[in-house]
């Protein structure tokens, strides 16, 4: 099954240094992004390459995210891997920070491959929809919390 690529981008009036504390306090997504039900860390090691974490996807589902890459202030790159009840058989991420004159632009990256064969192809589309949502949304919310943070440029 061909993987699938969903993109987007958010130029956020905070600055990159505010927007990188909270995408660096890896284990801890939920606390400014409600789309999910909770984020704990997986072991010891919380930042880095190697840092994992548990997602608890809403409605159902999880998903255990470990580091592949981590440039410090600029990106995070992660491999997932979901359970059973998500219509995803493996995914990677790429999360970019660059700073621009209006405040941070962040990139944000996933691939993917459904599960299901066939029917994977035909739900494709559908997934697409429902992750550029629910990512549109975390980027969202990421910006909101990072200006509450007094992360204004």
Do not use: C
């Amino acid at each position: 099954m061909p993987e699938r690529h969903i993109r987007l981008q958010r130029r956020m009036a905070a600055s990159t240094s505010s927007v990188w504390a909270l995408y660096a306090d890896f284990p801890n997504l939920a606390s400014h992004w409600h789309g999910l039900r909770a984020t704990r860390a997986i072991g010891d090691q919380t930042s880095g390459v190697g840092a994992r974490r548990r997602v608890e996807l809403k409605p159902i589902g999880s998903m255990d995210e470990t580091v592949t890459v981590w440039e410090d202030g600029r990106r995070i790159d992660t491999q997932n891997q979901p359970s059973a009840s998500v219509p995803i058989k493996l995914a990677e991420s790429t999360l970019r920070l660059e700073p621009d004159e209006d405040g941070t632009l962040v990139t944000f990256d996933y691939r993917y491959i459904p599960r299901g064969g066939r029917l994977g192809r035909l739900t494709g589309p559908l997934i697409d929809k429902m992750l550029t949502a629910t990512f549109a949304d975390m980027l969202a919310a990421t910006d909101q919390a990072a200006l509450r943070n007094g992360g204004e440029r």
